[in-house]
């Protein structure tokens, strides 16, 4: 990257410097694997000049003999001996003439500290953090280039495939004839990374591949081995790989790095054979094609087929930060995998196109894929919108998923997001597949797909739904009213004033020095942050202040016209028109009663959302929910285990954090039948756990809740409450994890979702 940024800055830029670090790269490796003689290179870069000023033109004459064949060289007797030493490389790397950067004796040292490396022992992870290193910060969130690190990779194309083919290997191991059929098979398959960047998906599963061939061929071993020479190796081939990438560098990074995967590869075979082998010139090689793959028939670039896998990392570009030409491309992927021209796209990551075209390619085929992405498509609004049509139109079914987890790599400037893993396949792909190896009939609930919960622990399923839940499949969009008897919820206020009527503690005394006859108009603001950290801010509160008291309140009056010339200067024509009552909010929600409250934003550290009263005095923000009249059964339900399964399961999520939605969670939350003596027995233990905060007055919510800290009371006094609540619900498991409450509500979800008529 530093050597990029040198180059760059000296005016060498553009497809010019990209494929001149590609091609340093290639060397690097061919210098210290053995592709070169060892170390030739780097003396080749050392005997330059100090000063820098023939590394140009050294540099220059190897890419040119790199691509001058054997018989060609020999015309030319001229050439120096110092470059008869490399090998000619062919494969395109070094084919198109292009003016080579204006080396000075600053960029010959950083040239020089890369050679003086052991790039034999480097992961191939290197390629994606080369590519990550050198992009600039803004152009990598436009084009969503989160590069995947080694170890998450592997998080996805064990359980799509090399799991099953490592357990097959084991059961087939003592028979030799299997073995070569073995090998056969998986010289059959295909693989696609439709977003491949830099190739590591690629270049990750070429090595796995290669490495479970070597296994097969140590067992065949002995003179069937020798006499099947270095050709039988080649069962595996570069050529079964395929991949789309838009940008030009990534795609030759790829390129070159599958190159430098298979010589590893090949050394260590050669290791096996005990006769050394490098393969050169390079005559087969990935498939990497230029293009953008949501503009892209797929089968131009890889035939389908029952033995085609499809991986990757697609960019993680959400709904509102998407281009109108993005969006597009959403919306013509989702028409051309369900059929005709819709709506419903505007929620949807980018990477949503990426599923839409993979089920599309997929069509009447036993092919299976698995993408990383964030976590928000099996959350919210976007689950709904994302697995609807792929589930109930295109047939698409879940085979594996890894729920949420924090996504890190090795790269220069790396960004930190949290995603989730979704293997997928055409409906009964995976059933057929399991009952043909079992011999027996396909049949509805075999616990038979894997679903990794946050914690990394792999746990069996029937049934993966949206939701990345053991539970049927559901589909839970935004409803504007509750699905059962309960009261509605709405949000708190939401001022649109350029923060003018809101005050901290300080900065309310300040003012009030000014004019302390305004004291009677400040009311305590509570927003998530405030309510569940124990602190205050303030609002004045001037909506139905008498205009004659107002008359004799100048600082006042001085907030009420900067909100007005705040409004009239928005790109908002709505905000603009609300400049005519700069005294009021956009949205006002003031209970007359007491009310409760569920903060929008809550960390996924709590056990329970702290949800509580509020009287009428208090106004709060639009950053809570709030509910006029609630009562203590209310509360009881809401803040048992029950209510908080559901709000992890079906909720959104602002990085790992809960997010509450009214028309997602609330009004979908499917409450339990209740009697009178129940509703007693839980509105008693809602008193209890209220009693034993009031114990700890000088604590916040968040102290209370917080799991190292929380007191064994009150926790108790959970638990007991949790307990009334599952027996409400009819539910035998007193003390079910999320995942079995999840399960449960969503299928009294699905009944009493078909019992209302789906009135989303």
């Known amino acids: 990257a530093r050597l990029h940024d040198a180059l760059k800055s000296s005016g060498y830029v553009g497809h010019e410097l990209e494929a001149c670090l590609v091609r340093l790269l290639f060397c690097l490796f061919a210098d210290d694997t053995g592709i070169f003689p060892q170390g030739s290179f780097f003396r080749y870069l050392e005997d330059s000049r100090p000063d820098g000023s023939d590394m140009s033109g050294r540099i220059g004459r190897l890419f040119e003999i790199l691509n001058m064949p054997e018989d060609e060289r020999a015309k030319r007797p001229l050439i120096p001996e110092e470059l008869l030493k490399f090998r000619y490389v062919n494969g395109g790397l070094f084919a198109e003439a292009l003016p080579t950067a204006d080396f000075d004796a600053k960029t010959s040292r950083l040239l020089l500290d890369c050679a003086d490396f052991r790039w034999a022992a480097i992961s191939p992870a290197v390629f994606g953090a080369m590519f990550q290193g ?91 081995l020798k006499a099947l020479g270095l050709s039988f190796h080649r069962k595996v081939s570069l050529e079964q790989f395929h991949g789309m990438e838009k940008e030009d560098f990534p795609c030759q990074i790829a390129r070159v790095g599958m190159w430098l995967t298979d010589h590893q590869m090949n050394q260590r075979l050669s290791e096996q054979l005990g006769k050394y082998y490098v393969r050169l010139p390079l005559t087969e090689g990935a498939k990497i094609a230029c293009v953008n793959a949501l503009r892209t028939d797929w089968e131009t670039v890889m035939p389908k087929g029952d033995s085609a896998f499809i991986l990757g990392n697609p960019p993680f570009a959400g709904s509102k930060m998407q281009s109108a030409a993005q969006r597009r491309e959403v919306e013509e992927a989702l028409a051309l995998a369900c059929g005709g021209e819709r709506g419903g796209t505007g929620t949807l990551d980018y990477v949503a196109g990426w599923y839409f075209k993979a089920a599309r390619f997929m069509e009447g085929t036993a092919a299976r894929a698995a993408f990383v992405s964030t976590n928000s498509i099996t959350q919210g609004e976007q689950a709904s919108a994302l697995w609807k049509p792929l589930i109930r139109e295109s047939g698409v079914k879940i085979d594996f998923a890894r729920r949420s987890f924090r996504w890190d790599n090795e790269a220069k400037g790396r960004a930190a997001v949290y995603c989730v893993i979704v293997g997928f396949s055409m409906q009964g792909v995976a059933d057929k597949a399991i009952c043909q190896e079992n011999n027996e009939t396909a049949t509805q609930g075999v616990a038979d797909k894997a679903l990794y919960l946050e914690n990394g622990e792999m746990t069996a399923a029937r049934n ?19 699905l059962c008897q309960a009261p509605e919820m709405g949000i708190g206020n939401k001022p649109i004033d350029g923060g003018n009527y809101l005050f901290t503690e300080s900065e309310k005394a300040e003012f009030l020095e000014m004019e302390p006859q305004a004291e009677k108009r400040f009311r305590p603001w509570i927003g998530s942050d405030e309510f569940i950290n124990g602190y205050r801010r303030y609002c004045l509160w001037l909506g139905d202040c008498p205009p004659d008291e107002l008359r004799r309140m100048p600082e006042a009056k001085k907030r009420v016209e900067a909100v007005r010339l705040f409004r009239r200067r928005s790109s908002d024509a709505q905000t603009r028109k609300l400049a005519d009552f700069p005294r009021r909010f956009h949205v006002e929600n003031l209970p007359r009663c007491r009310y409760l409250v569920i903060p929008e934003l809550s960390s996924e550290r709590r056990r329970y959302v702290p949800i509580g009263f509020l009287g009428p005095d208090v106004m709060c923000s639009s950053l809570v929910r709030i509910m006029p009249g609630a009562g203590l059964y209310h509360f009881g339900i809401l803040a048992s285990c029950a209510h908080n399964a559901w709000i992890r399961a079906v909720g959104g999520r602002f990085k790992m954090s809960y997010r509450y939605s009214i028309r997602i969670v609330y009004n979908n939350f499917p409450w339990p039948p209740v009697t009178s003596g129940r509703k ?53 498991d007193k003390d079910a994890d999320d995942a079995a409450w999840a399960a449960m509500l969503m299928e009294r979800y699905r009944l009493l979702d078909g019992a209302v008529g789906g009135g989303a």
């Open 680 to 732: 007693e027995e839980i509105e008693a233990l809602s008193r209890r756990v209220l009693d034993e905060r009031g114990l700890f007055p000088g604590c916040s919510l968040a102290d209370l809740y917080d799991p190292d800290s929380m007191p064994p009371r009150l926790l108790k006094a959970h638990q007991d409450l949790d307990r009334s609540v599952a027996k409400a619900y009819g539910f035998p």
């Open 134 to 224: 050198v992009m600039d910060k803004a152009r990598r969130r436009e084009l969503g280039a989160h590069y995947t690190g080694e170890e998450n990779i592997l998080k996805l194309i064990n359980p799509l495939f090399m799991d099953d083919l490592w357990r097959e290997f084991d059961r087939i191991k003592t028979d030799p004839p299997a073995l070569e059929a073995f090998l056969g098979k998986i010289s059959s398959f295909s693989f696609l990374d439709p977003a491949c960047g830099c190739g590591n998906f690629l270049i990750i599963t070429y090595r796995e591949l290669r490495l479970l061939e070597l296994e097969i061929l140590k067992l065949i071993g002995g003179n069937r």
């Open 464 to 482: 993966i739904n949206p939701y990345l839940v053991d539970a049927p499949d559901v589909f839970i969009g935004a409803r504007r009213h509750p």
